[in-house]
Structures are given as structure tokens and as C-alpha cells.
């Protein structure tokens, strides 16, 4: 069972920035997708950022695109988010996760196999 590692939530302040990793614990592949999603008290998981290891393609929620980077290290098997203009509406646990979906896929929970345990983000003044 691979073991997903985040790191970096908090509390920060509307217009912050915060920076997350995480660390598989197992060898990705070409086909290996690797990302962050995120859940609000109440509400449903939702896709943030995953990025495809095959095309070293990053995608993004539209509610982020512009504010937050996603980027990797293939050595270390680690992905990063580095989320800028923070807005109290990004307030979630942040989880990382890694799976092989086909692209069509890439935003749905369902299609991912490991989740990490999840990291705190509050952004509040």
C-alpha cells in the first residue's frame, strides 16, 4: 500500500500564500497521475490540481487556475502546490492523491486509488 505524505497547511490570511507537498512513498510511472483535492466542511471533495506524469501536463479547477502551481519532482517522487492569492473560499483539508486515470478522468475522486491523510488550510483574516 503506498503511502501518501503531505506537508505545509495552516492559517493564513486572505491574499497569503502557502506551499504543500507530498511524497509517495512508492515509484511513480509513465501512466501515474499525481494531484490534490480538496473538502470544505459540508461539502464534497473537489478536484484542485493533478499533475500527469506521462505528459508533465499540470491541470487545474477553474476556481484556481492563475493562483496556484502545481509542480513535481520526479526524483523524489513529490508533488508541490503552491497556492498564491489565497481567499478564505480555498479554506479545506488538502489531500493528496495518486492513481492512473485516462485524462477524460483526471477530476473525478473516483478514479484515484491512494489518498493521503490530508492537510489543513485556513485561510481567514
Known amino acids: 500500500q503506498p503511502e501518501l505524505v503531505e506537508s505545509g497547511g495552516g492559517l493564513v490570511q486572505p491574499g497569503d500564500s502557502l506551499s504543500l507537498s507530498c511524497a509517495a512513498s512508492v515509484r511513480t510511472t509513465s501512466s501515474s497521475t499525481m494531484g490534490w483535492f480538496r473538502q470544505a466542511p459540508g461539502k464534497e471533495r473537489e478536484f484542485v490540481a493533478a499533475f500527469r506524469w506521462n505528459s508533465g501536463t499540470p491541470i487545474y479547477a477553474d476556481s484556481v487556475k492563475g493562483r496556484f502551481t502545481i509542480s513535481r519532482d520526479k526524483a523524489k517522487n513529490t508533488i508541490y502546490l503552491q497556492m498564491n492569492s489565497l481567499k478564505p473560499e480555498d479554506t479545506a483539508v488538502y489531500f493528496c492523491?495518486?492513481?492512473?486515470?485516462?485524462?477524460?478522468?483526471?477530476?473525478?475522486?473516483?478514479?484515484?486509488?491512494?489518498w493521503g491523510q490530508g492537510t489543513q488550510v485556513t485561510v481567514s483574516s
Open positions: 492523491t495518486l492513481g492512473s486515470p485516462i485524462l477524460s478522468e483526471s477530476r473525478r475522486t473516483s478514479a484515484y486509488n491512494y
